[in-house]
């Protein structure tokens, strides 16, 4: 039995199935876990999640921010995007059923046999694993819940930036979704998040005030495996943090870690 996580797909159906092919993946026997960003942006958004949810329960994921988005826009919260490639999903006569599928995923994946944690965009360096695992909880809860909609509908936004125990309501999950699904850069003094900065470490000043949210993250026996930040194509420095979204979208490559030999494996992306 192997276990993989796989990067960002965003709808590239074509390359994951030949990174599949590629480590010979067999659903009857290995696991396959993803990072998020299932959709959006890439040709094949319903063919997608068919093709996964079809995996059954040799597949998890945690959502990603345009998963979260394709929610607000399937339950008619956003106006869809063209460049998200969603319109499948948005007339199809599954559309409910996708509703219900992508808002009982989770933010957080934890395997404790193999000291591995998958999130989409990290985890706040001021929460420690167990926090982390609750927040995500509450989350998740609220996105299962009858009042999910009302929660989409407030979701959007990027205050408050601080942590505070004290936080209630929608600003406390929305910071929790920002910091799992949206978190590249904390600033240095505050580890205040700032959700506007997008390059990579390298091309920062170095007089910069911000630092990746990893930067902070203290060093441990667990694995963290996340996506959402392309510019990184892969590299954060760190055995312990790992980092999966090499653009597959943009033409890059679609990568995935196996778990047991800490090896990562990649094919060519979309080619527009």
Known sequence: ??????????????????????????????????????????????????FL???????????????????????????????DNTADLLHSTSRDFWVEWLRKQPLLLADATQS???THAGILPQWSVDEAAGHAQEVELVLRSNNFVQFLEQMYGNHPVLWHEDLT????????VN??????????????????????????PASSALMPWFAAWPQSHWRIVFGHWASLMGHS????????????????????????????????????
């Open 116 to 118: 591995l944690l998958i």
């Open 53 to 83: 949810a079809d995996l059954g329960p040799a597949f998890q994921t945690v959502l990603g921010n345009h998963d979260l988005h394709a929610l607000a826009v399937l339950c008619e919260l956003r106006r869809p995007n063209p460049k």
């Open 179 to 204: 910091v799992f699904t949206r978190m590249r850069y904390l600033e240095k003094q505050s580890l205040a998040l700032d959700l506007t900065e997008k390059s990579p470490p390298a091309e920062l």
């Open 169 to 176: 309501g929608v600003e406390r999950w929305r910071f929790i």
């Open 237 to 272: 420095s760190r055995s312990d943090v790992i980092a999966l979204d090499t653009g597959c979208v943009w033409g890059e490559s679609l990568t995935l870690l196996d778990v047991e030999s800490n090896k990562k494996i990649s094919v060519p992306g979309w080619q527009r």
């Open 1 to 50: 039995m192997a276990h993989y996580v796989v990067g960002d797909i965003h709808g590239c159906l074509q390359p994951l199935q030949n990174l599949l092919a590629k480590v010979e993946f067999n659903p009857r026997y290995d696991q396959l876990w993803a990072v998020g960003d299932l959709i959006g942006r890439g040709p094949e958004a319903q063919a997608t999640l068919e």
